[in-house]
């Protein structure tokens, strides 16, 4: 049967793009689903501010009147004045295994591009970075957190059919936790004191959120020159709060101040909500918001979701600060295993802060490159 293309503009549109996935990776036991209200939001220009600064479009391949797979198409407008390119992304992509479907969907989305303007396209990337990023092209059997991907093995096949190539990978890492690391607690230590670092801890969501807007000027700052990040204003910044925030347990974000008691530091760890956000197959009502708030309260693995410092304070320790204020609540909940988000796989610098733990790395995700 023919191959239906349709971009998303309605109602039941919206809802074929997100439902799709769940028919895709059904009896699955290591995707985790997500919440299809916050996925739907995120595609509408009236809910997401990003579309100050980025255009998109997304579409909907339909077969025998059944939708069979989706892909978004964003320019990010900021990203290519900051990098003086014309690139475009694709974003969101899902399939299943019919070459002929996926031919059609990206062929859609690069001819779009390229009538844009756009001279090359990469991806899978969002429209921030703190939005989807990257395809699964290694580990396939373990279960991921809930701010990273996980695809199908076939979804790499057909990308290098489609003339696609590596342009950088993420690798992801799992750290396993039998008691404190000696060396980790004396650098620490050594540090808090040398360097008159104090550490503010939290147990209310309300105490934390103040200093949202501060944490997230933390993160442009040391995010700045990585691969696909561009700058986050006020109104992205009260969008990622207001999204996330609920959904954090204060107690696994610890915050470093200087002296004058200048923010200088963050970590936030989060409970594993991969399981609970599988239980509650999409929805918070009428039970998964039951299923979070239990993982939240009773973790047994905890996600690394987001580590920044301050540039001048990366080479002097702070590090070893977070990560043993850190773990002191692990040890306290009885967390045995740690998951990390995606690091790009050439940040030595960041990897080299696992040599303190059994660990292994697993997971490897990748963007992709093609010239129009």
């Known amino acids: ?22 028919n895709i990776y059904k009896g699955n036991d290591y995707w985790v689903p997500p919440l299809k209200k916050d996925e739907i939001k995120a595609l509408q220009p009236e809910h997401n501010p990003a579309y100050r600064f980025c255009i998109a479009k997304f579409w909907n391949a339909y077969k025998d009147g059944k939708c069979v797979g989706r892909i978004g198409g964003i320019i990010n407008k900021m990203y290519n004045e900051k990098t003086s390119s014309k690139v475009g992304r694709f974003t969101r992509t899902e399939f299943f295994d019919d070459y002929e479907v996926t031919q059609a969907l990206f062929h859609t989305a690069e001819k779009w591009l390229k009538d844009k303007g756009m001279t090359d396209i990469q991806g899978p990337l969002g429209f921030t970075n703190l939005d989807h990023q990257g395809m699964l092209v290694e ?10 991907e996980y695809h199908h093995s076939y979804y790499k096949e057909h ?20 008691g404190m690391p000696e060396k980790l607690k004396r650098g620490a230590l050594i540090v808090k004191n040398r360097s008159e670092l104090s550490v503010k801890s939290f147990t209310k969501s309300s105490e934390l959120k103040a200093y949202g807007p501060q944490l997230f000027e933390i993160l442009n700052e040391a995010f700045k020159d990585l691969y696909s990040v561009v ?11 207001d999204r996330y925030l609920s959904l954090l347990n204060p107690e696994f974000i610890k915050l470093v101040f200087d002296k004058e008691e200048n923010l200088i530091a963050f970590i936030i760890g989060l409970p594993s909500l991969s399981t609970a956000l599988q239980k509650a197959n999409g929805s918070l009502f009428p039970f998964g918001w039951y299923q979070l708030n239990k993982a939240l309260k009773k973790p047994k693995v905890l996600d690394l979701m987001l580590t ?14 977070l990560f043993y204020e850190l773990h002191e609540v692990m040890e306290k909940y009885g967390v045995t295993e740690m998951e990390t988000t995606g690091i790009f ?6 990897i080299q ?20």
């Open 159 to 178: 990308l290098v059919k489609l003339g696609y190539e590596k342009e950088i990978d993420w690798v992801e890492f799992r750290l396993f936790l039998e």
């Open 308 to 321: 920044g410092i301050l540039p001048k304070y990366q080479a002097k320790g702070v590090t070893a600060v």
């Open 353 to 372: 802060n696992w040599k303190n733990y059994e660990h292994i790395q697993h997971k490897r995700k990748r963007c992709w490159k093609k010239a129009l």
């Open 231 to 241: 700058h986050l204003d006020s109104e992205m910044i009260k969008y990622y709060i």
């Open 345 to 350: 796989e050439n940040n030595q610098k960041v």
């Open 1 to 22: 049967m023919a191959i239906e293309i349709k971009e998303v503009t309605s109602a039941k549109h919206h809802k074929d793009f997100v439902n799709v996935q769940f």
């Open 139 to 148: 580990g396939f059997d373990h279960l991921p957190s809930a701010a990273s």
